[in-house]
Structure formats: C-alpha cells, structure tokens
T-cell receptor, first 116, second 112 residues
Framework: DQQVKQNSPSLSVQEGRISILNCDYTNSMFDYFLWYKKYPAEGPTFLISISSIKDKNEDGRFTVFLNKSAKHLSLHIVPSQPGDSAVYFCAAILNAGGTSYGKLTFGQGTILTVHP | AAGVIQSPRHLIKEKRETATLKCYPIPRHDTVYWYQQGPGQDPQFLISFYEKMQSDKGSIPDRFSAQQFSDYHSELNMSSLELGDSALYFC???????????FGPGTRLTVT
C-alpha cells in the first residue's frame, strides 16, 4: 500500500524553466513533509521541508507547496539548472509531534532531467 | 562538513551467511535510522534508535537486528541472508527531534 505517491516517473525540463514535481499522499495523519534529491551511488540529500500547519515554504530556488485538503504537495525549482538532474523523492512523517522519531515514508521518486 | 559514514560501501555475501553494516552519524547527532532500498523501489524504513534505545521499528525481518552504541554509531546485523536481501542499505542521522534526516552514501549488499 503506497501511502506516498509520485505518479510521474520522470520529468524533462529546459534549463532556466520551472520544474514542478508532484506528490500525493493518502494518510491524513502525515503532518510533516520533506523533499530529497538523490544522485546515483549517493544517499538522498535533504532539500526542503514543510509542516502541515503551513502551505508554502521557500528556500532559494526551491519552493514547496502543500494543499492539505487535496493531500497534495509540489516542489517548484526556478530556474532549473542542469545540475538539478537527479531523482527527487517526496517523504512524509506520521504524527511528527508524537512518539514517532521521524520515520520517513517515501514516494517512488521522479527522475528530473534538465537539458542545457 | 562531516557527513554520515557507512561501511562497507559494497558487500558480497552468499546465501545463509551473516553480514554486519556499520553507520557513523554526523557528530552530535543522537538519532540513527536504517532504510532498505530494493532495485527500482523507494527506501523502506527498517528501524531507528534515539539515545541508544530503539525508538521505532518498521518492516525489519526477524533475521535482522540492530543496536546503537555509546558513541552513537549503529550496526545492522543480518543473518541467514537470502537473495531478496540484496539491496542498498542507507543509514540516516538527525539531532534529537529534528525531522530533517541526513543520509549516508549507503551500503550495497549483494547476496549470491
């Protein structure tokens, strides 16, 4: 049962344009969300996160939007650069303020390719 | 900046053998998480430790055990290895209740 879903296996974007990566979740008890970037032969690298009490968080070229009613979040990268080409994972934490110590539930990942 | 260290990076074992994976968290990080990523799959949570105590448990087989030591490093012990255990094993660390986890480069385990 995939509780965090990234329905687009891949995305191709031109350098300088916006990349939008989408993520849907089914468990309404998820209350903290993170995006990770992963290059081959490396571990996931933390990019940006958002708490369920917010609907937007911005960090440089990266912005994450959260729509709780739709159980949907998205990562916007503006402007996209060739070095952004990687696999992007959406991840969620269940009941982050409770007894959970941050167990991450991951989506399947989206391969982003930014063409020069 | 210091990152999470995992050793070994690659490991080849035969069926029914035992393997031990090691994880050294970022200095001052007291929480360690283990994840397993099969081919073409997303990482799956196995187990976590906070201040040397097990804090959460996921889909970890009974053949696997793990612990966190006084210096906060952690070891994942895997016995009676099966072909299906072939995967990338990631360790991540965080400081206290911080939700941002920092991942190591992973150990690629191949069971033949």
């Amino acid at each position: 049962d995939q509780q965090v879903k990234q329905n687009s296996p891949s995305l191709s974007v031109q350098e300088g344009r916006i990349s939008i990566l989408n993520c849907d979740y089914t468990n309404s008890m998820f209350d903290y969300f993170l995006w990770y970037k992963k290059y081959p032969a490396e571990g996931p690298t933390f990019l940006i996160s958002i708490s369920s009490i917010k609907d937007k968080n911005e960090d440089g070229r990266f912005t994450v939007f959260l729509n709780k009613s739709a159980k949907h979040l998205s990562l916007h990268i503006v402007p996209s650069q060739p070095g952004d080409s990687a696999v992007y994972f959406c991840a969620a934490i269940l009941n982050a303020g409770g007894t959970s110590y941050g167990k991450l539930t991951f989506g399947q990942g989206t391969i982003l390719t930014v063409h020069p | 900046a210091a990152g999470v260290i995992q050793s070994p990076r690659h490991l080849i074992k035969e069926k029914r053998e035992t393997a031990t994976l090691k994880c050294y968290p970022i200095p001052r990080h007291d929480t360690v998480y283990w994840y397993q990523q099969g081919p073409g799959q997303d990482p799956q949570f196995l187990i976590s430790f906070y201040e040397k105590m097990q804090s959460d448990k996921g889909s970890i087989p009974d053949r696997f055990s793990a612990q966190q030591f006084s210096d906060y490093h952690s070891e994942l012990n895997m016995s009676s290895l099966e072909l299906g255990d072939s995967a990338l094993y990631f360790c991540a660390s965080s400081f206290g209740r911080s939700y941002e986890q920092y991942f190591g480069p992973g150990t690629r385990l191949t069971v033949t």
